[in-house]
């Protein structure tokens, strides 16, 4: 049932990129464990051991808190359609900002969504897949427009003021390095 892999195959990557939503879990070494489910079309892979994603202006900034107190992330899929198959990508993952050449050298491999925070970057060192057999079918209707929506309604000045009052803390207090 559960298969380790030292690198996302060809079967994988396809399986990614027919995926609507995927999870992302980080932790400190202190605080609390986040898991975020995220969407939209904000996932790449680059090769057979990197990733990139793009992170969108939200309520929070936990990942980004939890990736400068320790490098480590889990990225999750789960099918809800067809062939049952939940696959984790096990890596190390460092933080593009706007202010960053590592942003500007991934941003063009999304589409401009006006809400674009952060650029993660990850390392993939562990590849598992694991049944999904339990994971139920669920049949994907649309993509939600309410960040967009709202993004563009507060426009950039707006947006970088809701950054600086919500994002630049976790929910422990750690920071962010969103305004360093």
């Not at 992302?24 to 051991?49: H, L, Q």
């Not at 809800?80 to 991934?106: A, V």
């Not at 941003?107 to 969504?113: G, V």
């Not at 309604?153 to 360093?180: A, H, M």
Request: with cysteine.
């Amino acid at each position: 049932m559960a298969k380790q892999l030292t690198e996302i195959t060809p079967e994988l990557e396809k399986f990614i990129l027919d995926q609507k939503l995927f999870f992302v879990g980080t932790a400190a070494s202190e605080g609390r464990v986040n898991v975020s489910p995220k969407g939209m079309d904000t996932f790449r892979v680059i090769g057979p051991n990197k990733i990139v994603w793009l992170n969108l202006t939200g309520s929070g900034n936990e990942t980004a808190a939890h990736l400068m107190k320790t490098n480590r992330m889990t990225i999750m899929f789960c099918s809800f359609e067809g062939k049952p198959l939940i696959l984790r990508l096990y890596g190390s993952s460092k933080i593009h900002h706007k202010r960053d050449q590592g942003y500007y050298q991934y941003i063009d491999l999304f589409p401009k969504i006006i809400g674009s925070r952060q650029i993660i970057e990850m390392e993939v060192d562990l590849v598992q897949t694991s049944c999904g057999y339990a994971v139920p079918f669920m049949d994907f209707k649309e993509e939600r427009g309410q960040l967009n929506s709202w993004a563009q309604k507060q426009g950039e000045e707006r947006l970088e003021n809701y950054r600086k009052e919500k994002n630049i803390k976790s929910i422990d207090g750690f920071e962010t390095g969103l305004l360093e």
